[in-house]
């Protein structure tokens, strides 16, 4: 069964060093979202994207923050100078695009543990 | 503004037992879906069942069941015959209907199964 896929599972950087969490989503399809969830805390919405630019954001994605797809298959999430308060776990999730329907299944993948130092 | 709210962060059940998770939500939209995710201690978010806000017929898959009261704008989650695995984080969710919207999750139930 295709499945949404994330890498690393674990990252650990130094406050104020970028970092680029990256996604592979199902292969047919065409929304694409981040979210995170602070340890404990519940899972918020980052970003969801489509066809090539920026569907809806949240407060949370500041400019320290930026999505894109580079190739045909990765979908990534860029935090250019992370913080403490950056330190989460990072959901990708994906969901096909069909017009006769209103209901489309977000697909989520294993996460990304960010750890700030 | 949407909001979820779980007012339960932890319950338990004993194994083969049936137990209710509570949700309520707030909303003016009138078309929208709400749902219930899983996740283990593996954190993959596993969608557990869906409600579309125009269906009165409450949602049911295999041991799972909801109890959709849209007027008291109330979702909750039955589990019946509790099983080791049904052991994880519940978080009920919502979305606004026609549209690829983003998730609106509520803090989380943490379920506890005792054998």
């Known amino acids: 069964e295709p499945e949404v896929t994330q890498t690393p599972s674990h990252q650990v950087t130094q406050m104020g060093q970028e970092v680029i969490l990256r996604c592979v989503p199902i292969?047919?399809?065409?929304?694409f979202y981040w979210y995170r969830q602070i340890l404990g805390q519940k899972v918020e919405f980052l970003v969801s994207?489509?066809?090539?630019?920026?569907?809806?954001k949240s407060e949370i994605f500041d400019d320290q923050f930026s999505v894109e797809r580079p190739d045909g298959s990765n979908f990534t999430l860029k935090i250019r100078s992370t913080k403490l308060e950056d330190s989460a776990m990072y959901f990708c999730?994906?969901?096909?695009?069909?017009?006769?329907?209103?209901?489309?299944?977000?697909?989520f993948g294993p996460g990304t543990r960010l750890t700030v130092l | 503004a949407q909001t979820v709210t779980q007012s339960q962060p932890e319950m338990s059940v004993q194994e083969a037992e049936t137990v209710t998770l509570s949700c309520t939500y707030d909303?003016?939209?009138?078309?929208?879906?709400l749902f219930w995710y899983k996740q283990p201690p593996s954190r993959q978010m596993i969608l557990v069942i869906r409600?579309?806000?125009?269906?009165?017929q409450n949602a049911t898959e295999n041991r799972f069941s909801v109890n959709f009261q849209k007027a008291a704008k109330s979702f909750s989650l039955k589990i019946s015959d509790s099983q080791l695995g049904d052991a994880a984080m519940y978080f009920c969710?919502?979305?606004?209907?026609?549209?690829?919207?983003?998730?609106?999750f509520g803090k989380g139930t943490k379920l506890s199964v005792k054998p």
């Open positions: 999730a994906s969901s096909v695009h069909w017009t006769i329907s209103s209901y489309n299944e977000q697909f």
């Open positions: 292969s047919n399809h065409l929304y």
């Open positions: 994207f489509y066809n090539n630019e920026i569907s809806e």
């Open positions: 909303t003016s939209e009138s078309d929208y879906y």
């Open positions: 409600q579309e806000a125009y269906k009165q």
């Open positions: 969710a919502y979305r606004v209907g026609g549209s690829q919207g983003n998730l609106i």
